[in-house]
Every structure is written in structure tokens, then in C-alpha cells.
């Protein structure tokens, strides 16, 4: 069975940086992608950032392109978001996600999601 724990969330100020993890068990694809996506309140779901798991070919939303960088360790099977210069709006829960094939931008697209981890920009 597929699982996907996220964390790393926490509250950081306008400017700062922060490294979510997601680490992920049971993933038996022979071609799949990670991603993650996140939620703020009271809006939809939205991809954020995708990476292609044996290729390490990744893609980015335009409003973190730049600023968050997606990578994977293949070793232990777990994905990152390193997030630099996080804004307010930024503010939302992300979620990792796990797909058969190539990335995808789209919720639906998905089969498998951890439960989310907070990130909080404030000052």
C-alpha cells in the first residue's frame, strides 16, 4: 500500500526559507511522478511542483518558478521543496502526491496523497 508523509511544515517570516519533505513507501509504478500541490483556505487545490522520478525532469507553477526548487532522493525514496523567499500568499497546506507516468498539473491526474503539512508566511 501506498503511503506519502509529509512534513516540515512550520510559521516563517516574509522573506525566509523553509524545506518540506515528503517521504513515500510502497510505490510499485515502474514509471511514475511526484508532486506537490497545496491548498489555502477557502480556494482549490493547485499544483505548485512536479518531478519525474527517475529522470529528475521537473515543473513548476509560474508563481514559485524561481523561488522553490523540487528535488527527489532516490535513495530513500522521499521528495523536497526547498521554498526560498516565501511570501503571504504562499500560506497554505501542501500536500505530496503520486501518479503512474508523466507529471501532471491536474488534482484528478493523482492517485495516492499524504495528509498535508501546514505552511505558515507571516510576520
Known amino acids: 500500500q501506498v503511503q506519502l508523509v509529509e512534513s516540515g511544515g512550520g510559521l516563517v517570516q516574509p522573506g525566509d526559507s523553509l524545506r518540506v519533505s515528503c517521504a513515500a513507501s510502497g510505490i510499485t509504478y515502474n514509471y511514475y511522478s511526484m508532486a506537490w500541490f497545496r491548498q489555502a483556505p477557502g480556494k482549490e487545490r493547485e499544483f505548485v511542483a512536479g518531478i519525474e522520478w527517475y529522470s529528475g525532469a521537473t515543473a513548476y507553477t509560474d508563481s514559485v518558478e524561481g523561488r522553490f526548487t523540487i528535488s527527489r532522493d532516490n535513495a530513500v525514496i522521499t521528495m523536497y521543496l526547498q521554498m526560498n523567499r516565501l511570501k503571504p500568499e504562499d500560506t497554505a497546506l501542501y500536500y505530496c502526491?503520486?501518479?503512474?507516468?508523466?507529471?501532471?498539473?491536474?488534482?484528478?491526474?493523482?492517485?495516492?496523497w499524504g495528509r498535508g503539512t501546514q505552511v505558515t508566511v507571516s510576520s
Open positions: 502526491a503520486v501518479r503512474r507516468g508523466m507529471v501532471r498539473s491536474i488534482v484528478r491526474d493523482y492517485d495516492y
